[in-house]
């Protein structure tokens, strides 16, 4: 009779997750921020779930991980856990870096030298009207970079579209949850609109 065979990868690891991240890495200060606004909020999660039934996973974890998601531009939760597997167990941790994409305004050479002292690569859109912009080729030659200016116009264009001659040129609603549903509500008629 042919045996299973059972692996006990716990037998040979020692080693916490925290472990494959560089000390200096800016997730580790980012770690930290996270931690404490979620550490504030424990008492609106403990509200909002039930003290019966099977136990959920719990909001922090899913919140870390969406914030993971979007700092690394990873489009899905299923390419997210492929990119950290990868990067735990064939690069030790990896060479990818945080990015802060941000519009011409923020093309000043105290934001981007300060950006990079934090070990965080500036996509800013270029500002080269009248002067000379402080993005260099270090930062344009990659892919990375068009791709993440991309990234920005298809962000600002739905709040573009939202403000032109729209409820959200100048709401007449106060308080946050109903500007929110305002603003999702003309959301979703620019997303019928583009589709």
């Not at 941000?102 to 950006?115: P, V």
Request: with cysteine.
């Amino acid at each position: 009779m042919r045996g299973t065979d059972n692996q006990q990868d716990s037998l040979f690891s020692y080693s916490q997750v925290s472990d494959f991240v560089p000390s200096d890495h800016p997730l580790r200060r980012i770690r930290d921020l996270v931690d404490e606004a979620l550490e504030s909020m424990r008492g609106t999660f403990t509200v909002s779930y039930s003290h019966t039934g099977r136990p959920s996973i719990a909001p922090e974890r899913i919140i870390r991980a969406l914030l993971l998601q979007i700092l690394y531009s990873v489009r899905s939760e299923r390419r997210m856990i492929e990119e950290i597997r990868y990067n735990m167990f064939g690069r030790r941790g990896g060479k990818r870096r945080l990015t802060a994409a941000a519009d011409k305004l923020y093309d000043q050479d105290r934001f981007i030298t300060g950006t990079r002292a934090a070990r965080v690569t500036p996509h800013v859109a270029q500002n080269t009207r009248r002067r000379r912009s402080c993005i260099d080729s270090r930062t344009t030659r990659h892919t990375g970079y068009a791709k993440s200016i991309n990234a920005c116009h298809r962000v600002e264009t739905p709040f573009g579209w939202g403000k032109f001659n729209r409820p959200l040129r100048k709401t007449m609603l106060r308080g946050l949850g109903r500007v929110g549903a305002q603003a999702k509500l003309v959301f979703a008629g620019y997303n019928l609109e583009a589709a």
